[in-house]
């Protein structure tokens, strides 16, 4: 599976973004799947996951409330829509499979200014 991120951009603190991550291959509807993010000086963090089917979902405490990940299996695409931005979720955010190590996408950067 082959991931490509897209959506960030520059915004102010409060808005929204949606990221989305495009899968190629016949198995994305079978991974479980998850969004990341890694700030500058930072390690990489997991932010939200989403199983297979998409019925279950979990995020970390810094963005639950704010943040919804979703996936359309139909269109071998997942989403991350991002609500009340603040300037800590700065950062480049990734897709990725869950328990798969290597061949991260090239991410999207968002920033969030104050």
């Known amino acids: 599976v082959q991931l490509v991120e897209s959506g960030g951009g520059l915004v102010q603190a409060g808005d929204s973004l949606r990221l989305s991550c495009v899968a190629s291959?016949?198995?994305?509807?079978?991974?479980?799947m998850g969004w990341y993010r890694q700030a500058p000086g930072k390690q990489r963090e997991l932010v939200a996951t989403?199983?297979?089917?998409?019925?279950?979902?979990n995020y970390a405490d810094s963005v639950k409330g704010r943040f919804t990940i979703s996936r359309d299996n139909a269109k071998n695409t997942m989403y991350l829509q991002m609500n009340s931005l603040k300037p800590e979720d700065t950062a480049v955010y990734y897709c990725?499979?869950?328990?798969?190590?290597?061949?991260w996408g090239q991410g999207t950067q968002v920033t969030v200014s104050s």
């Open positions: 990725q499979v869950i328990g798969r190590t290597g061949s």
């Open positions: 989403i199983t297979s089917g998409g019925g279950r979902t």
């Open positions: 291959g016949s198995t994305f509807r079978i991974k479980n």
